[in-house]
Structure formats: structure tokens, C-alpha cells
């Protein structure tokens, strides 16, 4: 199952470190947007709703978000 | 990257904690940089086995302890998940596929199919009355 | 969501755990669904905290015990992050803002002023030889 499942799978090889900070770049952006729409400070869960993620995804991608200027800048680091 | 590490974080037997659980599994493990399929991987396993602790171990009473010790040396990850619940009778068939003790139409028996499946090895230990710990390794790609 | 709950994490103190321990932190306390900005804060003083234990608790030394407990009440996060390291002296002394006894220039002394404004209570506990407990608390906006 595990082979099959690993050649199947596209995104397999990609590094969590990678899709962690291109999922930060659009948090930040929401946030943004949000914080206009709503005059206040979103919450983590109106985030992940807004990006179709979870909770728990939104959470990560915080923590690898540091010197991200740019979309650009994660996909051709 | 260090070569050794190790973490240990205990919580409450509600399913509530199950996020929590595969996020601190998974920030660790990130240590590694570990491909988004060997992540995945391991939360799918973590989940099968905190899941059972929660149903079966405590009978979904959410007062019970739940300890997960996660650690690694190389590119070797082990995770250890142990609640002090009722305990397995007989192990062996505990994790034939579609073996379960749940009446209930969507659970299906192949939580430790799954945790086989993801990672490299699964034992299990269990005492009845004192409770079960799963041991889990799973090597990364380099 | 719960009205109560509470977790406990260990790790040795590299600071390669300080992000381990930020998002573990994070995850618990999103269960209360806090904005971005509280969890920054949140995760800030915790860094601060963290840092100490393994800076001046255990002197760099990577072997030592770093032990988080997180609990939370209807919105208020209790967070306790206690070494079993040296201990300091002057408790006082050590929260006053700039006073530091790091020779480093980068250092300014200003991580208790840090965890105070970024919480709204912080208690230290410490015992010379013994270790050091750094307790605080926030409450989270509805
Ligand atoms: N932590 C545990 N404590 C007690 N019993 C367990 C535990 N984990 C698994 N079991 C037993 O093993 C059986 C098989 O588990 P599993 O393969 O995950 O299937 P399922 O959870 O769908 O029943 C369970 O039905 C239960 O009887
Ligand atoms: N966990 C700890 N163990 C021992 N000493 C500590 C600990 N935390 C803080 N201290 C002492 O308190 C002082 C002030 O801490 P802080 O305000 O964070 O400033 P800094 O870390 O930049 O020196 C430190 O220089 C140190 O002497
Ligand atoms: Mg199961
Ligand atoms: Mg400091």
C-alpha cells in the first residue's frame, strides 16, 4: 500500500518546511484582508476557514513564517 | 539538524487533544525536515493510536492520561504512546486487520493496519487493568 | 470548545526546542480559538522563558530538563516553564528591566520586561541549586 500510495502522490517529495512557509505568505495576506473586512483581529479559525485549512495547519505554518517577503521568494528559494 | 533528540508531552484522554497531539509530534519531527508525506505519515499513525487510547483505553472518559514520548537519533523517529487504561486482552488479535471490539458501523477495525502501514515497525504492549503502549518507528528518506 | 484543560511537554534544553515548544504551546492554546496577535504573544513570552532555562538555567549545557505545563480556564492560559538548573539568586534583582548577568552585547537583560508585557501576571519561583519556575498568566479576549 505504502509503494503505491508514494508513487501516486505528487506533493510526496516536497518538504514540509517549504509548504509550511507558502501557507504562512497566505495567512498573512487573509490577515490582512480580514482585519480590513472585520475592523478586528481575526481569529486563528476564521483564518483557517478562510484559507479551507485547519486549525492545526494555520498553527504550524505561524511558527515558519519569519523573513518571508514574498511568494516568489518561497517558490524559488 | 542534531543528530539526537527527544521530547515527551502528556495531555488529557479527550479527543479535543488529538490536534494537539499531531501538531507537537509534528513540529518535532519537522527537526528532521521531513518531506509533507513523511509527515503525514506519522500524524496518520499518532492519530490511529491516540484515538484508541481515547475510545478504547478510557472507554472515551476524558480524564485519563495520555503520554507520547517522541524521539530520534540519525534519520530514525520513534514515538512511543502509552495511556494507563483498561488494557488489551489478547494483542495478537488486537491487530488483525478488521478486528475490533467497537459496535459502532464506522470504526473499522484497521487503526493498527494504518499505524502498520505508515511507519517501519509497531509493537504493542499492553497489560490488563494497567493500560497499552504502542511503540512506533519509522525511518526518513535522506 | 472546553472549559478547562491542561498538557504537559519535556524536552532537553537545546534551543533547536524552542520552536517545538512555541508551537506546542500555540496548538494547545488554539483550542480557545485566540487571534493571531495573542498568539504571538503568547509564544513570545514563552521564547523569552524558554531561552532563560537553557542560556542561564543550565548554562548552555544541552542535557537539562525543560518543563512546560499549559492549562487553561474558561479564557485565562496558565504557563509554567520551570528548569532544574542553577537557580538565581535574586529574584528581584533578575526581573528588573536591563539588569542581566549575560557579558554578550546582543543580551539587554529585557526578557522578564518582555514576558510581563506581553502577559498580564508573571510569578518567579526559584531556589538557588535547585531550578527555576516562571509561571504565567493571560487571558484571552472574548
Ligand atoms: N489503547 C487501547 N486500549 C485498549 N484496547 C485497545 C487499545 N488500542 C486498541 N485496542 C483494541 O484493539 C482493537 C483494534 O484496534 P484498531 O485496529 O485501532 O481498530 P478499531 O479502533 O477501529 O477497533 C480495538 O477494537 C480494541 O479492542
Ligand atoms: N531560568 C533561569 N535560571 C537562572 N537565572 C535566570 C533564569 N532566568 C533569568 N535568570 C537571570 O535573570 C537575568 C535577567 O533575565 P532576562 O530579563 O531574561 O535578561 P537576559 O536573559 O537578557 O539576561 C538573567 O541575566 C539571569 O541572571
Ligand atoms: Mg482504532
Ligand atoms: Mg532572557
Redesign the pocket.
Given at each position: 500500500v505504502g509503494e503505491i500510495k508514494r508513487f501516486l502522490r505528487d506533493d510526496g517529495m516536497i518538504k514540509v518546511s517549504r509548504s509550511l512557509k507558502e501557507t504562512a505568505y497566505k495567512v498573512r495576506i487573509l490577515k490582512d484582508e480580514l482585519i480590513r473586512e472585520l475592523n478586528r483581529e481575526p481569529t486563528i479559525s476564521e483564518i483557517a476557514a478562510g484559507l479551507d485549512l485547519q486549525v492545526e495547519e494555520v498553527v504550524e505554518a505561524l511558527e515558519s513564517n519569519a523573513e518571508i517577503e514574498s511568494l516568489n521568494a518561497v517558490i524559488y528559494q | 539538524m542534531p543528530k539526537k533528540n527527544q521530547m515527551q508531552i502528556q495531555f488529557a484522554s479527550s479527543s479535543i487533544n488529538e490536534g494537539f497531539a499531531r501538531v507537537a509530534i509534528s513540529s518535532f519531527v519537522s527537526q528532521l525536515d521531513p518531506t509533507i508525506e513523511e509527515l503525514y505519515d506519522i500524524k496518520m499513525a499518532v492519530s490511529?493510536?491516540v484515538?484508541?487510547?481515547i475510545?478504547?483505553?478510557?472507554s472515551n472518559k476524558e480524564d485519563g492520561l495520555i503520554t507520547i514520548r517522541c524521539a530520534y537519533e540519525e534519520r530514525t523517529v520513534e514515538i512511543e504512546?502509552v495511556?494507563e487504561?483498561?488494557?488489551?486482552p489478547n494483542v495478537d488479535?488486537?491487530?488483525t486487520?478488521l478486528?475490533?471490539?467497537?459496535l459502532e458501523e464506522e470504526?473499522?477495525?484497521?487503526?493498527?493496519?494504518?499505524?502498520q502501514s505508515m511507519m517501519d515497525e509497531v509493537e504493542?504492549f499492553?497489560q490488563m487493568g494497567k493500560?497499552?503502549s504502542?511503540k512506533m518507528k519509522r525511518s526518513l528518506a535522506v
Amino acid at each position: 500500500v505504502g509503494e503505491i500510495k508514494r508513487f501516486l502522490r505528487d506533493d510526496g517529495m516536497i518538504k514540509v518546511s517549504r509548504s509550511l512557509k507558502e501557507t504562512a505568505y497566505k495567512v498573512r495576506i487573509l490577515k490582512d484582508e480580514l482585519i480590513r473586512e472585520l475592523n478586528r483581529e481575526p481569529t486563528i479559525s476564521e483564518i483557517a476557514a478562510g484559507l479551507d485549512l485547519q486549525v492545526e495547519e494555520v498553527v504550524e505554518a505561524l511558527e515558519s513564517n519569519a523573513e518571508i517577503e514574498s511568494l516568489n521568494a518561497v517558490i524559488y528559494q | 539538524m542534531p543528530k539526537k533528540n527527544q521530547m515527551q508531552i502528556q495531555f488529557a484522554s479527550s479527543s479535543i487533544n488529538e490536534g494537539f497531539a499531531r501538531v507537537a509530534i509534528s513540529s518535532f519531527v519537522s527537526q528532521l525536515d521531513p518531506t509533507i508525506e513523511e509527515l503525514y505519515d506519522i500524524k496518520m499513525a499518532v492519530s490511529e493510536a491516540v484515538t484508541n487510547c481515547i475510545i478504547h483505553g478510557y472507554s472515551n472518559k476524558e480524564d485519563g492520561l495520555i503520554t507520547i514520548r517522541c524521539a530520534y537519533e540519525e534519520r530514525t523517529v520513534e514515538i512511543e504512546v502509552v495511556d494507563e487504561g483498561k488494557g488489551i486482552p489478547n494483542v495478537d488479535d488486537a491487530m488483525t486487520a478488521l478486528y475490533t471490539t467497537s459496535l459502532e458501523e464506522e470504526r473499522a477495525g484497521l487503526g493498527f493496519t494504518v499505524m502498520q502501514s505508515m511507519m517501519d515497525e509497531v509493537e504493542v504492549f499492553s497489560q490488563m487493568g494497567k493500560g497499552t503502549s504502542v511503540k512506533m518507528k519509522r525511518s526518513l528518506a535522506v
